[in-house]
């Protein structure tokens, strides 16, 4: 259990690991997340399941390495096993016939995406996909995502691939075409949800975002992962982790996952300095 | 003969070196002080400490027991009704319990029927534990979700009874409460680590990280074993509903204590998991976890910890020693006045309370009185770290997955006396049918169960 049996370099600290965990792929559905621990002395951290096959009984985990947690997941090998692994957490995503679903997915955020546009196409959807990254090379998925969308379209920030700008540029060009949009689902850093639920708040084009707080215990026991929605306090564990992203109060949530900045940076200069004096 | 009216006291570490560590505060009875506490006992016939007792441990034979030196025996007589000793005599309120029954109140205090039972679990544990004979392995398997006391004192019973039983924990360790909630200070982990290394011993298995609803559906529980027991435990903290309560810096003590004990935040950054309290922290509530949190607040750098309680002390649910060990270690009261909104700055963390003052009305329907806000006596104080301690209920993950369960509106399992849920072969105890409550008390569900199982199972 929890041993990484495959891993892939996506992109220098874009990581995909192939996880065997054959209660959590029996289980999983699109949409939920688990929470690993990489080492005894790791944080818990969430991480949304890319991928699942159950007859393999495997996971696939990818996630881009920021601070000390990720940076020690992204260390483990093939043959490595995690130290601790839960889930699958979350709700599932709400898969229904919406008719045309534009999926919108910025980053890393593309991987939690993936198995979302899978299942809607399968359940009959026309499914239009944006996809959004920094650069060219940091784009992933987008052979696994066009398999599974009727269209896809892409937008990096430097124009090295489809059009130069932000995913809500094409969003925004595709709504003015007077293209039908039934419903918009959009999973990628906050700045890129927030963005996309202003604009199709004015459309009144009903959205769902999928939100990645700080968490701990993942299942609803301490409220670390706590978001305003509406005039409500939910558990993004529990009650999501997708809301209606015109209720979700971005601003909240972007500050309340800043709230150990600080700590995380203490964290991540001692790990690195640990690294480098055990590699000399 | 004449008794000695007072108990013999218990070494504690000095408070201002205390709020330095996690160390345990109370350092035990020695050999001597346990025989001298336990020829206070006047060995009643008609044992009416028994009668406090959650689990009717044999108390005065265990503390003839430690009399006569027979430490061994002791162990074994608790043991019979107790898998966890170590752990209950550190936790336990026996001034609530045994202690309050005992026949030496009327001339002083009572015998320290705590101490004792934790001198002898801490003498076996030093010796090493004697793992009872399991006479016939029985064929039916039983499930139990929840690492918790009631889970463990159900599925030791059991497994004393020659039953398969199999733990599921939800968390990464087992021990539930034991481990995220209670800090370190109070009951030091490696205690629960060796208690559940017991329970283990006697041939229970328990794997982590599994969710029931989640990792495994109910049903498929329900095919593999031939009776199951819920012991889920009440993990879901209670707010306060007033403005500014998803600001940082305010906690649920649920995530304050579960950084702190079971993600070892105390240790960042050689522990990844980080805690920040600032200089001035407010502990919302005066229960035994309020305690917990403001102790802890002091040892994680705090260095102002206030507890701000709506009515007075005479009302603290805490234990009278946990309020006390607060006190000594240099948390401040601020009795009959609540928080009425938190305050935030440009970056979303906390940085002020509004507060008012209460006074105490006609008593309400938990026979306390009732607290009422004064008007227009609101006051603001500045503040780094709020932690809300006001309660816990049932997490309804579980509850919520299971077709069929009777769930009371505040999200407990209805049981009988026996522990029986509405579906048949399903069981439940401790604070996932009760709410909130104490460790023994779980345990003593989780052994009515235990027995009420057997019968279902034979």
Do not use: D
């Given at each position: 259990m929890c041993e990484i049996i495959d891993k892939k370099?996506?992109?220098?600290n874009l990581k995909q690991i192939v996880v065997k965990a054959p209660l959590i792929a029996k289980h999983a559905n699109p949409g939920q997340f688990v929470i690993v621990m990489a080492d005894e002395k790791g944080e818990r951290i969430p991480i949304t399941i890319a991928d699942y096959d159950r007859e393999e009984g495997t996971i696939t985990l990818i996630f881009l390495e920021i601070g000390t947690s990720t940076k020690k997941l992204g260390s483990l090998e093939v043959g490595d096993k995690l130290y601790s692994l839960c889930g699958p957490l979350g709700n599932p995503s709400k898969i229904e016939k919406f008719g045309t679903v534009v999926c919108v997915g910025g980053g890393v955020g593309v991987a939690s995406l993936y198995p979302i546009v899978r299942a809607l196409k399968r359940e009959g959807n026309r499914v239009i996909s944006i996809l959004g990254a920094r650069t060219k090379s940091l784009l992933i998925m987008e052979k696994e995502i066009s398999n599974y969308s009727d269209e896809l379209m892409i937008a990096t920030d430097d124009g090295s691939k489809g059009k130069k700008g932000f995913v809500t540029d094409v969003l925004r060009e595709l709504i003015e075409s007077g293209e039908r949009i039934d419903h918009v689902i959009a999973v990628g850093p906050i700045p890129m949800m927030k963005a996309v639920s202003e604009l199709t708040k004015k459309y009144r084009i009903k959205t769902t975002v999928s939100l990645n707080p700080i968490m701990v215990c993942g299942m609803g026991m301490c409220g670390a992962c706590r978001v305003r929605v509406g005039k409500e306090i939910k558990f993004a564990c529990v009650d999501g982790p997708e809301f209606d992203g015109h209720k979700v109060d971005f601003d909240n949530l972007m500050k309340r996952n800043q709230r150990f900045v600080e700590e995380e940076g203490i964290s991540l200069v001692r790990y690195l300095d640990t690294q480098w004096k055990g590699e000399v | 003969m004449s008794v000695r009216k007072t108990q013999y006291e218990m070494p504690k570490l000095d408070p201002k070196e205390r709020i330095k560590t996690f160390s345990e505060v109370a350092l035990g009875y020695d050999e001597e002080t346990a025989i001298k506490e336990a020829e206070r006992c006047l060995q009643c016939k008609d044992k009416p400490c028994v009668k406090g007792c959650p689990v009717g441990i044999d108390i005065p034979a265990f503390i003839k027991a430690i009399r006569e030196r027979r430490f061994e025996d002791a162990v074994k007589i608790i043991k019979e009704k107790n898998p966890i000793p170590a752990i209950t005599g550190r936790v336990c309120p026996q001034e609530k319990q045994c202690q309050c029954m005992c026949r030496l109140n009327k001339i002083g205090e009572p015998v320290a029927i705590g101490r004792l039972e934790r001198f002898v679990a801490d003498w076996e544990r030093r010796k090493g534990y004697k793992i009872p004979k399991i006479e016939k392995k029985k064929s039916k398997k039983v499930a139990v979700i929840g690492s918790g006391p009631a889970g463990i004192a159900v599925a030791s019973d059991l497994a004393l009874k020659g039953y398969d039983v199999t733990i599921f924990e939800a968390l990464h360790e087992p021990g539930g409460v034991l481990l995220y909630g209670i800090p370190e200070f109070r009951l030091p982990k490696e205690i629960v680590r060796q208690e559940i290394d017991y329970v283990k011993a006697l041939g229970v298995k328990i794997l982590c990280n599994v969710i029931v609803g989640k990792t495994i559906t109910f049903d498929e529980l329900r095919k593999e074993f031939d009776a199951i027991f819920i012991g889920a435990g009440a993990g879901l903290p209670r707010w306060l509903g007033i403005p500014g309560e998803e600001l940082n810096g305010v906690y649920s003590a649920n995530e304050f204590l579960t950084r702190v004990n079971l993600m070892r935040a105390y240790r960042f950054p050689e522990y990844d998991t980080p805690i920040r309290v600032g200089k001035r922290v407010v502990t919302v509530g005066a229960g035994n976890v309020a305690m917990d949190c403001a102790r802890t607040a002091l040892r994680v750098g705090a260095e102002e910890s206030f507890i701000i309680y709506r009515r007075s002390r005479k009302e603290c649910p805490a234990r009278e020693e946990e309020v006390e060990n607060a006190e000594e270690e240099g948390v401040r009261f601020m009795f009959l006045a609540n928080p009425v909104r938190f305050i935030g700055d440009e970056k979303g963390n906390v940085v002020g309370m509004e507060y008012i003052q209460m006074r105490l009305g006609e008593p309400d329907e938990s026979g306390r009185r009732r607290p009422i806000p004064i008007p227009n006596s609101n006051s603001v104080m500045q503040v780094d770290t709020v932690i809300i301690a006001i309660g816990q209920r049932p997490n309804p993950l579980i509850t919520s997955m299971i077709e069929g369960l009777e769930v009371r509106k505040d999200g407990t399992i209805v049981v009988d006396e026996k522990g029986r849920t509405s579906i048949d072969g399903v069981f439940a105890g401790g604070d996932i049918t009760t709410g909130a409550a104490t460790v023994i008390s779980a345990m003593g569900a989780g052994r009515r169960a235990a027995e009420a199982i057997e019968e279902y199972l034979s």
């Open positions: 370099i996506l992109h220098e | -």
